[in-house]
């Protein structure tokens, strides 16, 4: 936008280096260029600005495919003026020599202008298509399509106007058409997510069978090793137990052995003594065989007293006294009779 100041009987204009500045006096061009900054009288001057950058138009088209349904085209087109005179000539630019604004609105005219043809070309192509070819191809050819005709259309180039890109960012169709297309992807994917879940879940139910089936072969593993401990424990302990029994067998036999033979010993040494002690006795019966039954008598008794330690009265009857008194007398007169055959006779 251009900058005017105001002083006594002039005034000044600034322009920025992207506008394109025409001074007109008198009906003709006394100066013209970009960023143009000049003096002037405002009762003899007129003053036309005509922006030079590219500019951006914003675009929502609606259509009905071929197939009637509602189609929405959304996008930007760029231009930007080529030529600045034959623009200010189609389209007015003056300025307001007071405060440097424009006194009508030439980019309302200008965007007007570009979206309407912009429009046709797009609408031309939406009625020859039906809403599914549209939805896939629509971007692509719709730009291509709007592109085309601008480049090409001869009043945009008279009016020294020339297109820099074309940008379509969204075919859609109507909300409810939309939704009722997405219906069947919507369902598709909900397939695909329910079968994903189902496989999930099955891979799940798998797993915990082989951990189940795992556990289960480990649990009979273990418990056919703890049987085979059991049996080895078992086995162990009646080995234990046959050799222990062998043991005390043989402990057991060693002592009857050793018994038996101390006892055959004891017993050869019982059978010695009393064989010896009989063979004595013997030979001592044979001493005293010839022996008369007085000394006999005697030595009993002389064995009897040595035995005694204390003899508190003796008894002495006729027959053990006369016995013995007829053997003393006899002893001594072996012709003398005995007191009991004399008593006899007397």
Do not use: C
Request: aromatic content about 6%.
């Amino acid at each position: 936008m251009a900058e005017v100041k105001t002083y006594p009987w002039v005034r000044h204009i600034r322009s920025e280096s992207s506008s394109f500045v025409l001074h007109h006096r008198k009906g003709k061009v006394v100066r013209s260029g970009p960023g143009l900054a000049f003096w002037f009288r405002p009762l003899t001057a007129s003053i036309a600005e005509v922006p030079m950058e590219d500019r951006e138009l914003t675009f929502l088209f609606q259509g009905r495919s071929s197939d009637y349904q509602e189609v929405n085209a959304q996008g930007v087109v760029t231009y930007r003026v080529v030529d600045a005179e034959k623009l200010a000539r189609r389209i007015d630019f003056s300025l307001d020599l007071r405060t440097g604004r424009y006194l009508e609105q030439p980019f309302e005219k200008l965007s007007l202008l570009v979206t309407q043809l912009a429009q046709q070309f797009a609408w031309e192509y939406i009625a020859s298509q039906d809403l599914r070819h549209l939805l896939i191809h629509g971007v692509r050819e719709i730009r291509d399509r709007i592109t085309g005709g601008l480049e090409t259309d001869e009043g945009l180039q008279s009016m020294g106007l020339a297109i820099v890109t074309v940008r379509v960012s969204a075919v859609t169709p109507a909300p409810d058409m939309e939704k009722a297309l997405q219906t069947p992807t919507r369902e598709e994917i909900q397939q695909e997510a329910d079968d994903a879940t189902f496989q999930r879940r099955a891979r799940a139910v798998e797993k915990e069978r082989a951990i189940q089936e795992n556990e289960l072969k480990n649990k009979i593993e273990l418990a056919k090793r703890e049987a085979e401990l059991i049996a080895q424990e078992g086995q162990n302990q009646r080995r234990a137990a046959t050799e222990r029994a062998e043991a005390e067998k043989i402990a057991v036999t060693a002592a009857a052995e050793q018994r038996a033979i101390e006892s055959a010993s004891e017993a050869d040494a019982l059978r010695a003594v009393e064989s010896a002690r009989f063979e004595g006795e013997e030979s001592r019966m044979g001493i005293y065989r010839d022996f008369p039954a007085s000394v006999l008598t005697a030595l009993g008794l002389r064995e009897l007293a040595g035995k005694l330690q204390s003899i508190e009265h003796v008894n002495l009857t006729p027959d053990m006294v006369f016995p013995l008194l007829s053997d003393l007398v006899r002893s001594r007169n072996p012709g003398s009779t005995a007191p009991e055959d004399t008593e006899q006779e007397s």
